[in-house]
C-alpha cells in the first residue's frame, strides 16, 4: 500500500523534473536585440539621450547610428522641403517587443518540424507549419524566411495616408488606399489555426486594395493572390472603376510603380514576394536607431516635407541582410534589410540601381498595437520613402484614418475574388 | 457685351460648382450619415479649338462658324451611394447617377449657333428629359452570399478594349457630346433600365454567372447633331431653304428619333447573360445577348425616298418663292427600322510569360441575323432592299509595360514603365454581295471584311504630376485614322483640395486621299483643352 506521503512526493519529484519543460514552453526564446550585458551599455547610452532632440545640430554625434543616407536628410532641411525649424526627432528608450501568444504557441510546436531549405531555397513543409520557422536563424535566407513567417496577425485592415512629396515644390499629391490582408495558411492568431480547412486552389495569402485617391482612381479596386506553391506567380486583378473593366496585371508590373506613388508592388513591408525570387547573404548585426514605438497622431509634417517631425527613436541591434533578385534585369541591384530581431519586420532598408549606386532609402515606423484577439502585435503604422536621385519622398500613415485593425475574426476570405471587386461602392 | 457677360458667367459657374464641392483634401469622396451616404463625381470644362476647317465653314456667307471655338462644355457628374445594410450576411446599396451639361459653343459662335436645326440645338445645349438626359444610373444592390441582384437603371461593362466595341453590346452609346477614343466609355453610354443577377458558384473555374432582362426599355445610339462638333457639318445655301435652320441630316435624324420604341413590354425586351470562368490560365466570358438594334439599321426605301423629297421639295419651293419654307410635319409611318437579332460572343484574356510576361486579350462577336440595308452598289443613298447577314468580329488586343531607358526615366523625373497595348481588329460579313451597305461598319463598298488596329500608351511624368495618354487608330480599308494625345497636369493636393486636373491635347483625324469613303471627323482636327476637378 503506497502512502499518501509517498504519492506526495512522487508527485513533487515528478513536478520538479517537468518544471524546465513547463517553464520552457511559456518562455520560448524568439530572439532579443541584446543580450544582457549589451543592454547595460543601451542604458548607459540612454542616460545621454533619451528625451533630447536630435535635429542637424547634433545629428553628427549619432550618425553611426543611422544609414549614412538619413543623417544626410536631417542636415539638409531644405532640400527635403522642412519647415524653418528644420527636421528633427527624439531619443527614446529601448523596449523589447514581445511576440504574441499565438506566435509563441505556434513556434514551439512547429520549429523543431520546419524542414531546413533546400537548394533552391524551399521549405519542403513550408504551408504545414507557422510561427517563426528559425528562432535562431543562422543565415539570410532563415532570417528571410522568419521576416515572411510574420502574418500580421492573420487578418489586417489599415488605410494609409500617402502623399507623395515633391520637397522642392513642396506639394504634395495624395494617394489614399484602403488594404485589408489575409492568410489561408501560417495562421497563429485567429481559429481555425494553422490553416484554413478548404483551400482547394492553394492560397497562402492575399491583399485587397481599394484606392480612393488619386482621384482618377475612387473606388478602383484590386486584389494579389499569392500561392503556397513558391514557384507560382501571384494571380492580381484590377477592376478600374473609371471604366468598370477588370483587367488582369501582368507579373511585370511587380517592378511597376503603384499609380500615385513611388514604391514598386514589390516594395510593401519592403519586400512582397515569394522568398526564393532573392539570394540573401547575412551581414552580421548593426547596432541602430529605429522608429520601434512610434505614435503617428504625434508627428507633423508640412506640405512638400519629405519627412515628418516628432518621431521617436530607440536604439535596436538589428540583423543585416542583403537581397539580390534573382532576375538579373530585375530594377533593383540589391536591397539591404535591417531586420527587427524580435518581430522581423524590416525597419530600414537600402535599396542600390542595377549599376550597384545608392538610389533609395526606406523607413517603416512601427509601433507595439492591441490585436482584435486581445494580445498586442509589432505593426508598420507608417513608412517614409525618400528618392535620393530624383530628390523625391513619399509618405505612408496608417494611423491617419483609423487605427489598424489586426486580427479581425470577421474578416473572410471570400473578399478575393472577381465578384467582389464588381461590388457597388 | 453678350459674350462678355457669356464668359464671366462660364468663369463663375465653373469656380461655385468647384468651390461647392471642395472639402476636407485628406477624404476622396463626401461621406455623409457616418459614412452611410458617399458622394462623388466631377465637374469639367471642356473646350474643342479647331486648327482645320474646310473654306465653306469659316465666316461668310453660308458659313457655320465665326470663330474656331467648336465646343465649350460645362458637365458635370454626381454619384452617390447610400448603404442600407452591410454586414456578413447581406449588404443592400443604393447607387444613383445624375449628370448635366451646359454647351456654350453656339452662344458664343452665332454662326455656329443659326447651323443647329432649332430643336436640336435645345438638346444640344442643356439636357432636356430627366430618364434620357440627367439620370444615368439608379439601382438598388443586395448581395446575400454567392447571389446579387441588381434592379435599376444600369450600365453595363462586357468588354475590355480601349477604342473597340467588340463583347461590349449591352448599352448603346450617346455620341452627341463625346466619341470613344476622347471621352471615357462610361460618359458616352447610356444607362437602360434592368434587372441583373449574378451568382458566384464554386463550380471548376470559379464560375460567375450573370443574367440580364430589360423589360422594354429601348434606347437607340444618340447621333450627334448635324453642325455640332462631333456632327456632319451643314453647308447652308443662301436660297435653298427647306425649313428653319435644317438640313438634311437633321431631318432624318429627327425621324430616327421619332422612329425609335421607347418603352414597350411586349416588343423592346432585352435578354441575355453571360459566364465568367477561369480555366487553364485563361480569364474567359462566353455571353449571349438578344436585342433590338441600337441604331436604325435598315429604312423602308420608298418610305426613305418620300422623307427625302418632302424636304427637297420645300427647299426647291423656298428657291422659287423666296425666304424659307417649311417642309411639314415627318411623316407618321415608320420608315426607320430598329429590328432585334442576336448576338453571342466573348472574351479571353491570359499572361504569356515567355513573351515579356505580356498580356494577351481575345474579344469576338457573332451577329446572328443582323438586320442591313441593301443599295445600289452598296450606296445609302440609292436604298432598295432588306436583308439579314451574320457577322464575325475579332479582336486581338496585347499589352505590356515597358520600362524606358534611364536617360528618360531621370530626365523625365519617373520611374513609371510606358504602358502600351495594341489591338487589331477584323470583322467579316457572311454570305456578302455588292449591294449590302456597310459603310457605317467602315467596310469598302463591296467588301466583305474590315479591319483596323488601334494603339493606346500612357506614360507618367515628373512623378505623379504630369500624365501622358495617347490613343489612336486606322481602318485598313477605307484608310480612316484618329491621333489623340493628351498631356494632364495634376495639381497639388493644398490646391482646392487635390481634385484638379487640366488636360491640353489635340485631336487628329485624316483619310487616305485614294479611298473613297469619307471621314466625318476629316478636317476637324482640334486642340483640346478640359479643366476638370474630381472629388
Redesign the interface.
Known amino acids: 500500500m503506497i502512502s499518501f506521503k509517498k504519492i506526495c512526493g512522487m508527485l513533487t519529484a515528478v513536478s520538479l523534473l517537468l518544471l524546465p519543460l513547463v517553464a520552457g514552453a511559456s518562455e520560448i526564446d524568439l530572439g532579443t536585440a541584446y543580450t544582457a550585458e549589451e543592454l547595460v551599455e543601451v542604458r548607459e547610452w540612454e542616460k545621454i539621450w533619451v528625451g533630447k532632440k536630435i535635429d542637424a545640430g547634433n545629428i553628427d554625434q549619432i550618425s553611426d547610428y543611422f544609414p549614412k543616407a538619413y543623417t544626410g536628410m536631417i542636415k539638409n532641411p531644405e532640400k527635403w522641403g522642412a519647415p524653418p525649424e528644420g527636421l528633427y526627432f527624439y531619443i527614446q528608450p529601448y523596449k523589447k517587443v514581445n511576440a504574441t501568444k499565438g506566435m509563441i504557441e505556434a513556434t514551439q510546436k512547429y520549429a523543431s518540424i520546419v524542414k531546413k531549405p533546400d537548394a533552391d531555397g524551399i521549405i519542403a513543409n513550408y504551408a504545414e507549419v507557422a510561427g517563426r520557422p528559425f528562432p535562431k536563424p543562422q543565415n539570410g535566407l532563415e532570417i528571410a524566411y522568419n521576416f515572411d513567417f510574420n502574418n500580421h496577425g492573420d487578418a489586417a485592415h489599415y488605410r494609409r495616408y500617402s502623399p507623395n512629396i515633391n520637397p522642392k515644390s513642396r506639394t504634395d499629391r495624395m494617394s489614399d488606399q484602403e488594404y485589408w490582408e489575409f492568410y489561408w495558411v501560417q495562421r497563429t492568431e485567429i481559429e481555425p489555426k494553422p490553416a484554413l480547412p478548404k483551400n482547394k486552389k492553394g492560397y497562402r495569402r492575399a491583399f485587397f486594395t481599394h484606392m480612393y485617391k488619386p482621384e482618377e482612381f475612387l473606388n478602383t479596386r484590386m486584389y494579389v493572390l499569392r500561392y503556397m506553391n513558391p514557384k507560382k506567380d501571384d494571380d492580381t486583378y484590377l477592376y478600374y472603376s473609371q471604366f468598370r473593366r477588370i483587367r488582369r496585371l501582368s507579373t511585370s508590373q511587380k517592378t511597376d510603380s503603384i499609380d500615385g506613388t513611388d514604391l514598386i508592388y514589390d516594395d510593401e513591408y519592403f519586400w512582397d514576394g515569394q522568398i526564393i525570387r532573392n539570394n540573401y547573404t547575412y551581414k552580421g548585426k548593426k547596432d541602430m536607431l529605429a522608429s520601434r514605438h512610434t505614435d503617428m497622431k504625434k508627428t507633423t509634417r508640412q506640405p512638400g516635407q519629405g519627412l515628418v517631425n516628432g518621431l521617436t527613436y530607440e536604439r535596436c541591434n538589428l540583423l543585416v541582410v542583403e537581397a539580390i533578385n534573382k532576375d538579373p534585369n530585375y530594377i533593383y541591384g540589391k536591397r539591404v534589410w535591417y531586420v527587427d530581431p524580435e518581430s522581423y519586420l524590416i525597419l530600414w532598408t537600402e535599396i542600390y540601381d542595377e549599376n550597384g549606386r545608392f538610389w533609395k532609402m526606406f523607413t517603416n515606423y512601427t509601433n507595439v498595437l492591441p490585436t482584435m484577439q486581445g494580445d498586442k502585435k509589432h505593426f508598420i503604422v507608417g513608412t517614409c520613402f525618400p528618392d535620393f536621385v530624383r530628390i523625391h519622398s513619399g509618405l505612408s500613415n496608417q494611423q491617419h484614418f483609423f487605427e489598424p485593425e489586426i486580427s479581425n475574426p470577421k474578416q473572410k476570405s471570400n473578399m478575393f475574388t472577381i465578384s467582389n471587386l464588381q461590388k457597388t461602392y | 457685351m453678350k459674350k462678355k457677360v457669356l464668359f464671366l458667367s462660364t468663369i463663375l459657374t465653373t469656380t461655385v460648382l468647384i468651390l461647392l464641392f471642395t472639402h476636407h483634401?485628406?477624404?476622396?469622396?463626401i461621406e455623409l450619415m457616418d459614412g452611410k451616404l458617399?458622394i462623388?463625381g466631377f465637374i469639367k470644362e471642356t473646350m474643342y479649338l479647331r486648327t482645320q476647317m474646310q473654306d465653306r465653314e469659316k465666316h461668310g456667307p453660308g458659313g457655320n462658324h465665326d470663330s474656331i471655338l467648336d465646343y465649350a462644355n460645362t458637365a458635370v457628374m454626381i454619384e452617390a451611394?447610400y448603404t442600407l445594410k452591410d454586414d456578413?450576411d447581406m449588404?443592400v446599396?443604393l447607387?444613383g447617377g445624375l449628370r448635366w451639361w451646359w454647351e456654350k459653343a453656339p452662344l458664343y459662335d452665332d454662326d455656329l449657333r443659326r447651323s443647329i436645326a432649332h430643336r436640336d440645338r435645345k438638346d444640344y445645349v442643356h439636357p432636356r428629359n430627366f430618364d434620357d438626359d440627367m439620370l444615368t444610373e439608379l439601382y438598388i444592390?443586395i448581395?446575400r452570399g454567392p447571389w446579387?441582384i441588381?434592379i435599376g437603371k444600369q450600365?453595363v461593362?462586357w468588354?475590355?478594349l480601349d477604342v473597340n466595341r467588340v463583347a461590349d453590346v449591352v448599352n448603346p452609346l450617346d455620341l452627341r457630346h463625346g466619341v470613344p477614343g476622347v471621352d471615357?466609355?462610361?460618359e458616352i453610354k447610356q444607362g437602360i433600365w434592368m434587372i441583373r443577377t449574378?451568382y458566384?458558384s464554386e463550380l471548376p473555374g470559379?464560375l460567375?454567372f450573370e443574367f440580364i432582362f430589360n423589360p422594354g426599355d429601348y434606347r437607340g445610339t444618340l447621333l450627334p447633331y448635324q453642325s455640332t462638333h462631333w456632327g456632319p457639318r451643314y453647308f447652308k445655301n443662301a436660297q435653298f431653304k427647306p425649313g428653319h435652320e435644317m438640313g438634311m441630316f437633321a431631318w432624318l435624324h429627327q425621324k430616327m428619333n421619332r422612329d425609335h420604341h421607347g418603352w414597350n413590354l411586349g416588343e423592346n425586351y432585352e435578354f441575355g447573360g453571360r459566364i465568367?470562368g477561369y480555366t487553364w490560365d485563361i480569364?474567359w466570358t462566353l455571353l449571349y445577348w438578344n436585342h433590338k438594334s441600337d441604331g436604325a439599321v435598315t429604312a423602308d426605301p420608298a418610305a426613305v425616298s418620300a422623307l427625302a423629297t418632302q424636304y427637297v421639295t420645300a427647299g426647291l419651293k423656298s428657291m422659287f418663292l423666296g425666304g424659307s419654307v417649311n417642309p411639314g410635319d415627318w411623316p407618321s409611318t415608320r420608315v426607320f427600322k430598329y429590328k432585334r437579332y442576336q448576338t453571342i460572343g466573348g472574351t479571353a484574356?491570359?499572361?504569356i510569360?515567355w513573351l515579356?510576361?505580356?498580356?494577351w486579350d481575345l474579344e469576338w462577336f457573332y451577329e446572328i441575323d443582323t438586320p442591313l440595308s441593301k443599295g445600289e452598289r452598296g450606296s445609302s443613298q440609292a436604298l432598295y432592299d432588306e436583308v439579314r447577314r451574320d457577322i464575325l468580329g475579332i479582336a486581338i488586343k496585347v499589352?505590356?509595360?515597358i520600362?524606358l531607358p534611364k536617360w528618360f526615366n531621370?530626365t523625365f523625373?519617373t520611374?513609371?514603365?510606358l504602358e502600351i497595348s495594341l489591338t487589331y481588329f477584323w470583322e467579316k460579313v457572311f454570305n456578302h454581295d455588292h449591294d449590302l451597305v456597310l459603310d457605317d461598319r467602315k467596310h469598302r463598298p463591296r467588301d466583305n471584311i474590315t479591319d483596323a488596329v488601334s494603339l493606346f500608351l500612357r506614360q507618367?511624368l515628373w512623378?505623379?504630376?504630369w500624365n501622358l495618354v495617347f490613343i489612336g487608330n486606322y481602318y485598313f480599308q477605307v484608310g480612316h485614322w484618329m491621333a489623340v494625345p493628351v498631356f494632364t497636369y495634376?495639381f497639388?493636393?493644398?490646391f482646392l483640395g487635390?481634385?484638379m486636373?487640366v488636360d491640353i491635347g489635340a485631336k487628329f483625324y485624316g483619310r487616305q486621299k485614294h479611298k473613297i469613303i469619307g471621314n466625318d471627323y476629316d478636317k476637324k482636327d482640334s486642340i483640346i483643352l478640359r479643366l476638370r476637378y474630381?472629388?
Do not use: C
Open positions: 483634401p485628406a477624404r476622396a469622396m458617399k462623388n451611394l456578413d449588404a446599396r447607387f444592390d448581395q446579387q441588381v450600365i461593362q468588354g475590355q471615357a466609355w462610361e449574378f458566384q470559379n460567375l465568367s480569364d484574356q491570359t499572361q510569360d515579356r510576361y505580356t498580356t499589352s505590356d509595360r520600362r531621370n523625373r520611374q513609371k514603365k507618367e512623378h505623379t504630376s495634376v497639388p493636393s493644398d487635390g481634385g486636373r474630381e472629388f
